[in-house]
């Protein structure tokens, strides 16, 4: 399974579904499934982006349901690894709609060097370590590209993390407590 640092949304998501249908929180309609609470209204999954507002109603959902779920479920989904909160506060501050990592910004075209491990160099100065490079000769200028490490490690990681570890949550989720689960 490949999974992508864009996946964590669609993993709480899935997850959400998983609980409102098995433990029949659907309010007697369907397209509750898909959503989310924020106060006394409930909010559509198309609206909601963020992974800190899904991660809250995730776990609002298991802290709730605990005594469910214990008496369907081996896994007491309340003990959620320290990591997934100080992650998705990191992830928070950069990317709050899930968006940044997943789309260019034509309206900022500065923003989007940030995220590429290509960055544009002096073609007179030689980088300080070996890399990978592409020089562009052209009639406006000469112009140098170098690979760099990956640019905002540390977002990257803790996306990575937090898809791994949602994915993993996902699913056994879904084998021990979803409609189609194992016996």
Not at 132 to 148: A, C, E, Q, R, T
Not at 162 to 183: D, K, P
């Amino acid at each position: 399974m490949v999974i992508s640092i864009a996946t964590s949304p669609l993993l709480l998501k899935g997850a959400i579904v998983i609980l409102n249908k098995r433990l029949n929180l659907t309010d007697g309609k369907e397209d509750s499934i898909c959503s989310i609470s924020k106060g006394a209204d409930r909010i559509s999954f198309k609206k909601v982006h963020s992974l800190s507002q899904l991660f809250e109603h995730f776990r609002d959902l298991v802290i709730t349901h605990q005594s469910q779920l214990r008496d369907i479920a081996k896994t007491d989904w309340t003990k959620i690894p320290e990591h997934i909160e100080i992650d998705i506060k990191l992830v928070e501050q950069v990317d709050r709609t899930s968006t940044f990592f997943r789309y260019p910004d034509p309206m900022s075209p500065t923003g989007d060097k940030v995220k590429s491990g290509m960055q544009e160099r002096n073609p007179e100065i030689r980088p300080p370590k070996p890399t990978i490079s592409l020089f562009v000769d052209s009639p406006h200028g000469n112009k140098m590209y170098s690979l760099d490490h990956q640019p905002m490690n540390d977002v990257v990681q803790a996306l990575f993390r937090l898809a791994e570890t949602l994915a993993g949550a996902a699913l056994g989720l879904r084998h021990e407590i979803g409609e189609n689960r194992l016996r």
